[in-house]
Nanobody
């Protein structure tokens, strides 16, 4: 069984920073793309950033220049460094991974709340 466990959310003032972490565990053979999504109240879940196993990244336009996604393949962990946070970044952030265990499938973490106040 594969699990993704997030940490690092919290309450921060606008302009501040947070770092999210997501560790994959279980019977993992390989991990392809990993990413971070977010969902604000009343809105659809949206992609924030993604990173391939080779390190290629992509970002939502709203976070470019402020957020940085990275991964440590040896630790099966993906990170999201969030700087210059804005109130509109407030959401539940979810980690996603395309992981091959006994089968290849997409897995989700339980979500971590990020709240930015002005």
């Amino acid at each position: 069984q594969v699990q993704l466990v997030e940490s690092g959310g919290g309450l921060v003032q606008a302009g501040g920073s947070l770092r999210l972490s997501c560790a994959a565990s279980g019977s993992i053979f390989s991990i392809n793309v990993m990413g971070w999504y977010r969902q604000a109240p009343g809105k659809q879940r949206e992609l924030v950033a993604g990173i391939t196993s080779g390190g290629r990244t992509n970002y939502a336009d709203s976070v470019k220049g402020r957020f940085t996604i990275s991964r440590d393949n040896a630790k099966s962990t993906v990170y999201l460094q969030m700087n210059s946070l804005k109130p509109e970044d407030t959401a539940v952030y979810y980690c996603n991974g395309n992981i091959r265990g006994t089968i290849r499938s997409d897995y989700w973490g339980q979500g971590t709340q990020v709240t930015v106040f002005s």
